[in-house]
């Protein structure tokens, strides 16, 4: 007895094999997921970096340089392929887009969780996801035929521009950010807001102190999101913000997007040219810029997190 | 709180029946000790209290027992013999470990699962397919556990719809219903109201016919009120094991006899 | 820690085969063309693409992709066909002698103007300086006190290459909003108060105002003896040595019953119906 | 100012602040079935697609965007339950796992055109895929990834840890206490990134042009053998898709009805999306019952 007792402790079990099966398969998957993220980074690297080694473009110039020529020599006897323009460009559409739609997706999650009735809040967030799936293109043609009028008017000049070019892109990162906020509100343990309204908080201290403190990392992932939607976008972008690779001054003149570019001119460049390299340096660029705003985030919700704590 | 002489204790000696045995056994999270070579033998088919303030290091000790400390970066070290053979060994097939060793947390934590699914669920992975003794140990774990009269019209119903008692109840259904031949639980009436607490103890008290217990409580009186041998645990140190009786009336160490008349803790 | 780095082993030798089953998949496609390219030349392909792989039993796959992705991928011979809007000794990067040119339709360009700028001729002239940027006021030019607004095409699309070509005379265009699609000018011209740009004829509708230069009108009659300058060829590139049933397909396309018909309808100038023959230089000469 | 009217301020502004999104939705929404709905019809529906007539129709192309949308899902829902799964209970808590869960975000936000050449070149071209739904199945998995993911790992990390100690203390494995007790509760989360994923994959143009193509060959509905190059199942066949039909119609459509057909689609896009959401929800709701209560008859 006591002997095969020993045997069976010492020897694997069917749950030894499904703990194994399972490791397997999951490391698998994550191992693909890897994979894929670092043939297509290098793919992109290595594709980008050629307008360096290759045509000796440097830089510096590349990223502190005003005029985008790729097709012609400049001054200096080199095609000038200078990326600030697009560079601020797509810094300042991504934040003010972000910058507006965090609002609203705070205070639909609040309502959502805390004073709509579950009927409505389901209907709330179904519609509000649904705009996930509208193409692109339409956004585009909307924005063209009714927030860039609506810009001129108010604004005067052309109407297209970075704040066209914000408007449209704050509705299609509505709905990441909203659903994303809303689960990490509805994340936050009950006991907490129980406790909260049993030391007779009010309803709004409750989500001031203690709701919104504790989802504050969740909050802050759906923004990353938000604004990875947006740095990526480029079709929707593209028609309202009017494509012109100028330094921008003010909100309401042309301007143009790394994505916006990239998407524009790919197809019409040949692939190992200076022309089409430089493009994807601007999606090397573009890489970049998303892992400074990840690591930022996280380090805004790692300080937000510890306080919390303390 | 004045200072106590951590490096004294009083550790009866219990050599007849013994169900399971520490050794010096030390936890560790990461680089910080949670518990010193604790060596203790707990006697078969009684009940042992473990008790001691928060952070005293009971939990963590109950919850190696059956190795359920194994995550991360901590380590246990030292000896846990059951039946003759050290299960805290990575040679050791954990699952067989926690087959024998079950335990019931503090937080009620049935499954979303039916009433029956919460009890049949672990059966069948552990290769229980006759639906006859299924069945057969669903009745007789729910009585056990003196639920059955509670729920054996719903037996179909979710687990959650239960209350906080009778959802503790059945986590200990749930445990029993593996026939193991240690439980381990960790403040099992903490979440709970009066009645259901008291009504746990009495179950307790019925199991341990059948079963070795052993229970980690912050409730002095519970642990007067149900077990057979105490111990006392203090910042991580084991520094009194008697048999209930005289921890409660006549403890040897000073540090004991302020815990049980509440000078701190 | 071991047993952890045998799962990621074992996980990354099945990886690894997942990988190598997945690229030793070859089929047979020779009864297979595949064209890409000229998003422009697309419609023109696909349909008679349609109607003669019904004929055939071929299978003719037409893609877009634009006609930089077409050139790259025709010399790269990763497809058959590469359709463009642009010669390709005209592309940087692209061997042009490695390919066999089929010119497979003509396509006029026009400049076009929003409704509401109240100008509707224009000298070749005044036309260079708007894309230069030399005015920028339509009442300079007899219109309405508006800003012109210009809006060129993506730099490197066909489009864009024919109408500097023939409208700048080698002077640099003014930096402005470009575009990349015929449809989206469109729109933005037709929205948009001031507004000019160029399209390709079979685009034009009573939404926007095209306009004749020195007089000429952007008709086809005109494009035919060059009289409207601003044209250029719809290309199908393909390699040297192209299989039979590709240089069959371009015969079919070229042929005077395909050109009369399918051509037309969408709105290009059949091959044999011009009297001129434009080199890659943009030289014109008579037939 | 006392707490209370702080609160009720707070009230209005977040009631105003919904009210603004709940405008912009009905007007954006209406917008595009006001549009579109007209030029709806079940001819507009079932009959193939005009390159340069008038009257054409959607109908491969929204056959083509349904049954994309569940390859793709077919594809990435696996690989993505997997690595969430690994980094919810597996990952070791080190820099390594950082930094890759770093990678995964960073992928998101890659400008879809740059997947879709990606794709292009490795699939389409290298390993000689061809212009086929797999390959653009496989260029939307990439950017669906790290999204589903990321939501999978969210949603198993929300189920309390303390069902996982119960499961452990049963002797089961994680394993098995993963896929039987977590993902079960989990599923209501999950729908929702699935939903939120899908959503993307209607909606996706740019990644497709240069993968599943867009000109859609003559299918036969007829013909279910998968293997056969006019059925409408080989997943080898090009496809264009609704999205990108509406792009092509827009900016090189030369069909009189370019305005039309785009509005059309794009309501019955809208449409198509609601319903493949209610179905996901009521699917979701059907695994959640059938796997948390009365599994056991």
Known sequence: MKNSLKEKFLSPSKQTYQESFGKIISSFCILIIIALVVSILGFVTTKGIDTFTQSKINVFDFLFGNVWSPSSTGANGKPEVGAAPMIVTSFTVTLISAAIATPFAIACAIFMTFIANNRGSRLLRSTIELLVGIPSVIYGYIGLTLVVPLVRSIYGGTGFGILAGAIVLFVMILPTVTSLTVDSIKSVPDYYIKASYGLGATRWQTIYKVVLKISLPGILTAVIFGMTRAFGEALAVQMVIGNSITMPTNLTTPASTLTSQLTTGIGNTIMGTLQNNALWSLALVLLFMSLFFNILIKIIGKRGAAKYES | ???????????????????????????????????????????????????????????????????????????????????????????????????????????????????????????????????????????????QAAIWDEVKDHLDDSAMSLSGGQKQRLCIARAIAMQPDILLLDEPTSALDPVSTGKIEETLRELKKNYTIIIVTHNIQQASRVSDYTAFMHSGHLLEYNDTNSIFNNPEMQITNDYISGHFG | MNNRLIHFISALGILILFLTGCSSNNGSKSKEITSVGSTALQPLVEQAAHQYSTEKGLTINVQGGGSGTGLSQVSQGAVNIGNSDVFADKQTGIDAKKLTDYKVAVVGITPVVNKGVGVKNISFKQLRDIFTGKFTNWKQLGGKNQEIIVINRVKGSGTRNTFESSVLNGEKALNAQEQDSNGTVK???????????????????????????????????????????????????TAKDAKKNVKDFIQYLQSKPTQDGLVKKLGYISIHDMKVVKSSDNVVTKK | MNPKSVNRIATTVINSLVGVVVALLVLLISYILVTGLPHMSLDFLLSPSQSYQAGGGIRDQLFNSIYLVILTLIISFPIALGAGIYLAEYAPKNWIVDVIRTLIEVLSSLPSVVVGLFAYLVFVIKFQVGFSIISGAVALTIFNLPLLTRNIEDSIKSVPDFQMQGALALGLSKWTTIIKIIFPSAIPGIITGIILSSGRIFGEAAALIYTSGQSAPVLNYANWNPFSPDSFLNPMRPAETLAVHIWKVNSEGITPDANAISSGASAVLILVIILFNFFAHWIGKKLYKKFTVGEVK
């Open chain 2, 1 to 143: 709180m004045q200072k106590y002489d951590l490096s004294k204790s009083y550790v009866k000696e219990v050599n007849s029946n013994i169900a399971l045995e520490t050794d010096q056994l030390s936890v560790f999270y990461g680089k910080k000790q949670a518990t010193y070579d604790i060596s203790l033998k707990i006697p078969k088919h009684s009940i042992t209290a473990l008790i001691g303030a928060s952070g005293s290091g009971k939990s963590t000790y109950l919850r190696s027992l059956n190795r359920m400390n194994e995550n991360g970066n901590t380590n246990v070290k030292g000896k846990i013999i059951y039946e003759g053979i050290d299960i805290n060994s990575s040679k050791v097939n954990v699952y067989e470990v926690r087959k024998h060793i079950g335990m019931v947390f503090q937080e009620p934590n049935p499954f979303a699962k039916s009433i029956r699914g919460n009890i049949t669920f672990a059966l069948k992975n552990h290769g229980i397919k006759d639906k006859k003794v299924l069945e057969e140990r669903v009745v007789s774990s729910l009585k």
């Open chain 3, 187 to 237: 729109r933005i011209v037709s929205s948009t108060p001031g507004a000019i740009s160029y399209l390709s004829f079979s685009f034009l509708d009573n939404t926007l105002q095209p306009l004749s230069i020195d007089g000429v009108k952007p008709e086809d009659k005109n494009v035919e003896d060059n009289s409207w300058k601003i044209w250029s060829y719809e290309h199908m590139y």
